[in-house]
Antibody, heavy 114, light 113 residues
Framework: QVQLVQSGAEVKKPAASVKVSCKPSGYTFTHYYMHWVRQAPGQGLEWMGW????????KSAQKFQGRVTMTRDTSINTAYMELSRLRSDDTAVYYC???????WGQGTLVTVSS | DIVMTQSPDSLAVSLGERATINCKSS????????????LAWYQQKPGQPPKLLLYWASSRDSGVPDRFSGSGSGTDFTLTISSLQAEDVAVYYC?????????FGQGTKVEIK
């Protein structure tokens, strides 16, 4: 069945960058867009953007433009989300989500703290 | 951006009773060419990712108990749990995937009365 496995928790200092990976299985990686959604502690769900794994095209939410980079490596069927210039309010669980059947990764907790 | 507004924010229901959650979108999420509403419902328990319950507003995902049902079209939607079970205690979110950016309701917390 379709599964998305994400990289482990990260602790970063303010102004640093973090790169989260998402490795799907159970389907052809390049056939479906991958979205990224985050959830701050005790808060709701916030969409960050998507990547087309086939072409590499991306679209990000206006709020994150200039700070988020979504990439993929088709040789290892992995999608990445990198967020730069981290602030304390970027502390959240970051999820990858496969479109159409809305399968979610297990989440990656990113903690930003000095 | 399409704004999704859920009501109520929280809900306490007795075991075996009905729970109803509403979701309203600021614009239609009905794609007229295929007559599908691009609206999903999720259940989220603490420490877990959201779990898809319903897509196309009313189609249950595989393995989802039939006590969960969805209705509505256009801009107004409802998630109904027909007979609340203890394991249904969670936060529920609606989600529109009609257009970018994806947007979500603020969540409704369901508890046992």
């Amino acid at each position: 069945q379709v599964q998305l496995v994400q990289s482990g928790a990260e602790v970063k200092k303010p102004a640093a960058s973090v790169k989260v990976s998402c490795k799907p299985s159970g389907y052809t990686f390049t056939h479906y867009y991958m979205h990224w959604v985050r959830q701050a502690p005790g808060q709701g769900l916030e969409w960050m953007g998507w990547i087309n794994p086939n072409s590499g095209a991306t679209k990000s939410a206006q709020k994150f433009q200039g700070r988020v980079t979504m990439t993929r490596d088709t040789s290892i069927n992995t999608a990445y989300m990198e967020l730069s210039r981290l602030r304390s309010d970027d502390t959240a669980v970051y999820y990858c989500v496969r479109e159409d059947i809305m399968v979610w990764g297990q989440g990656t907790l990113v903690t930003v703290s000095s | 951006d399409i704004v999704m507004t859920q009501s109520p924010d929280s809900l306490a229901v007795s075991l075996g009773e009905r729970a109803t959650i509403n979701c309203k979108s600021s614009q239609t999420v009905l794609f007229t060419s295929n007559k599908k509403n691009f609206l999903a419902w999720y259940q989220q328990k603490p420490g877990q990712p959201p779990k898809l319950l319903l897509y196309w507003a009313s189609s249950r995902d595989s393995g989802v108990p039939d006590r969960f049902s969805g209705s509505g079209s256009g801009t107004d939607f409802t998630l109904t749990i027909s007979s609340l079970q203890a394991e249904d205690v969670a936060v529920y979110y609606c989600h529109q995937y009609y257009s970018s950016p994806w947007t979500f309701g603020q969540g409704t917390k369901v508890e046992i009365k």
